[in-house]
Structures are given as structure tokens and as C-alpha cells.
């Protein structure tokens, strides 16, 4: 649903972001009660990609895989493929 909406949208930038229950939020004592805690090193907690949730029908590591096929279906599209063509030339020749 998130990928069909972002190309449904006129625009040319999108990011698609795994949930992160940062320690202290109401989310991390949410997961860790549901018991979706995959890990306490907070190391390994990123903004966007973490892979310390899973879930019983979806693992951390289904998450990053359409994670990454959002990205690829959103930017590789033709309308993508041609708004990183012309912004490119924008770089080189500004005028």
C-alpha cells in the first residue's frame, strides 16, 4: 500500500523507513511487552533500517527486503529514471 501510494504521487523523492523502537519510547516498551524485540544492542538501532523488529507474520529481515524493493520500484520507475537523468544535467549545466 505504501509503495502503490508513493507512485501514485507527484513527486520525485520518497523514503521508506522501518519503524525503530528507540529505548524510551512508548513503541519500545510496546514491542518488548509483544515481545518483537530482536536485539538490546542499541548499536544496531538505525533511523530507517533497523533490523531489531520482528514480528510473528514479518521478520526484520522481510522488512529490509521490501524496504529495498520499495526503493528500487519507486526510483527505477521511467518518471525516476528521467527526474535523476535531468537533474544530473542541471548539475552540470545550471543555466
Known sequence: KTLRF?????IDYAHFY???PFFG???FEIARENRSLKSYDFSRYFHGSSDVLSYRNLSASEMMYWQKICYLAF???PRGLVEKFRTGLNYLNPL
Open 25 to 27: 519510547t512508548r513503541f
Open 6 to 10: 508513493s507512485l501514485s504521487l507527484p
Open 75 to 77: 526510483y527505477a520507475r
Open 18 to 20: 522501518i519503524a525503530t
